[in-house]
């Protein structure tokens, strides 16, 4: 049975547990069955996994010349197990897409995918640099990271390859990675309490609402508002020129702009979440239909910050 059709069953008796099980098992089969059938679909993942693994290792090296032993530890062991995460998650959306287009362009055009995969496993090198205190490789991290988030969407539309699997693991990416480095910023007393927690919940009612729009109105399509893409854009350009700023700058001039930043990053902050309050009180008034409706395509659309369901 589709994936869909499991779910539409989950709303129609209202999340109980024997449909929740049913899902589950369901889900299980699919992808159980599906991919022992077809190889071809996990070895292009598992190679990928590979070569990413190689790029860890390396990484792993230089961190322990440079920054020390423990460093390059810490991040061979974090990123194994992120890189071990995120394979089997691709593989599991892979076999629940088994004949798909979705499916295929993930296993024929692996390029966007691989570009975010990398992404999410540099995390734990960056949190580390911002604990040791290494700016100026922070900087280079960060904007690398930067240009990648542009790069795979970009490539993504030039080889007509944008997936839903693509679609969703470069958001949820972007959320881990700025969530990580606010914590990291927070814990190595560059940014205030205030402006982490801000933006922490920012990513909570961004992801609380995907989560929302999916089991209880269905699939949901991630569409960027131009006032997200704003404040999404200011919010990257100013902790860019406040990592720059501690690289660089002078003990005087962090001082007496470090405030400025904090400011101007609590603001970015504030505005998303008030965004995201304002639009999803406007969505309740478009009319509450019943859960059980299974033409979830009719539906008015929902939007809950940068997330619309279809």
């Known amino acids: 049975m589709p994936r869909t059709d499991l779910l539409g069953e989950i709303r129609r ?172 910023l927070l814990e190595a007393r560059v940014v205030p309490w205030w402006v982490t927690a801000l933006m922490l919940l920012r990513y909570a009612l961004l992801v609380g609402g995907t989560v929302y729009l999916y089991f209880f109105y269905g699939p949901v399509r991630i569409r960027p508002t131009l006032f997200g893409k704003l404040t999404g854009f200011l919010t990257t350009l100013l902790l860019g020129l406040l990592l720059l700023g501690l690289s660089s700058w002078s003990e005087s001039a962090r001082r007496s702009m470090k405030e400025v930043f904090d400011v101007g990053l609590g603001v970015m902050g504030l505005a998303t979440i008030i965004q995201v309050v304002f639009i999803g009180l406007a969505n309740r008034s478009v009319g509450q239909e019943p859960v059980e409706v299974p033409e979830i395509q009719e539906r008015p659309a929902k939007v809950v910050g940068e997330i619309r369901s279809r």
């Open 13 to 184: 008796e209202r999340y109980t547990l024997g449909a929740i099980w049913r899902f589950a098992r369901g889900s299980f089969a699919r992808v159980s069955r599906g991919l022992p059938q077809h190889p071809e679909l996990v070895r292009p993942i598992a190679a990928l996994a590979l070569v990413l693994f190689t790029l860890q290792f390396g990484a792993a090296l230089l961190l322990s010349v440079h920054v020390g032993r423990s460093a390059g530890v810490s991040y061979l062991v974090a990123s194994s197990l992120m890189l071990l995460f995120i394979s089997f998650w691709v593989l599991t959306h892979v076999g629940l897409l088994l004949g798909s287009r979705d499916g295929q362009l993930v296993i024929k055009v692996p390029i966007p995918i691989a570009i975010t995969m990398l992404r999410f496993v540099s995390i734990p090198a960056i949190v580390i640099l911002i604990r040791e205190a290494r700016w100026e490789a922070v900087v280079w991290l960060f904007v690398a990271s930067a240009f990648t988030d542009v790069l795979d969407g970009v490539l993504a539309r030039a080889l007509r390859a944008e997936t839903r699997v693509g679609a969703l693991l470069d958001p949820l990416t972007d959320v881990a990675f700025n969530s990580c480095v606010f914590i990291a």
